[in-house]
């Protein structure tokens, strides 16, 4: 998994964090998973931001944060364990739910991650995702400012590769709505380079390019900037 540094890491929480209620959508799309007691693993939790938001919207379930990179687990200001999908410190059949939000294309061997995802579940545990796929990004508004951005999605799998890749089966896929930012001008001025995958794929001149269309755009376009990732549940394969 990459391992974001100090400056990415701060860089993270004023680009990338997203209010409880932009993301109130996502409350209502993962909560048939979230049920009272079970234990839910934040692999890749990064600054926390689903740790806290878990921790107000399911008060009765408990939330364990792994996270491999030192600066983000700092960063959090939340207890997080130090650990990767390939090497998760939990114990054998210990959680209800694996939760992986924008991880998965960071993770280098889905096979060894697939092995590590089965032995932390219970019999009947599932893996929850909220990501971009290669074939399935037609949802992101950043694309119209930076359309040179698209060929980063060539790095990011297809559901296929990580549900094969993993050996699960896909129990559901949908996209769902979120609220990335209050306004276009909110978003220029959370934008950081360091802290998006597709936005390190530019060329400086690209970059700054696709800032000024934002800001002109900024300029005269007011109202919430709503973006959509893909929601995608797998399950063991043969469960019911």
């Known amino acids: 998994m ?10 993270y929480r004023v680009a990338r964090e997203i209010s409880l209620t932009g993301l109130s959508s996502w409350r209502d799309a993962v909560a048939p998973y979230f049920l009272p007691g079970r234990t839910v693993l934040d692999l890749g939790a990064g600054t926390g931001l689903f740790v806290r938001a878990f921790a ?17 687990r700092s960063a959090s200001g939340l207890a997080m364990l130090a650990g ?8 054998d059949a210990s959680v209800d739910v694996v939760w992986m939000s924008t991880v998965v294309h960071h993770v280098p061997d889905l096979a ?11 019999p009947g545990g599932v893996v929850v995702l909220r990501s971009l796929f ?7 508004g950043l694309f119209r400012f930076f359309p040179a951005a ?6 990011f799998p297809t559901v296929a590769e990580v549900a094969d890749g993993m050996g699960f089966a896909v129990d559901r896929l949908e996209a769902v709505a979120q609220v990335t930012a209050s306004s276009l001008a909110d978003k220029a001025s959370r934008l950081r380079w360091e802290a998006d995958t597709l936005l390190r794929s ?12 934002l800001l002109r755009a900024a300029a005269v ?18 469960a019911v």
């Open 150 to 155: 698209v060929r980063g999605v060539a790095g």
């Open 134 to 140: 290669r074939e399935r990004h037609e949802g992101i």
């Open 2 to 11: 990459h391992r974001y540094g100090a400056v990415e890491a701060a860089s």
């Open 56 to 72: 107000e919207w399911f008060p009765d379930v408990t939330v364990v944060a792994v996270e491999p990179s030192p600066d983000m």
């Open 112 to 122: 060894a991650a697939g092995a590590e995802l089965r032995r932390v579940l219970r």
């Open 84 to 91: 990767d999908a390939a090497s998760i410190p939990l114990p």
């Open 202 to 213: 530019l060329s400086a001149e690209e970059f700054a390019e696709g800032g000024d269309r």
């Open 221 to 238: 376009e007011t109202g919430p900037v709503v973006d959509h990732l893909d929601l995608l549940v797998l399950k063991t394969v043969g």
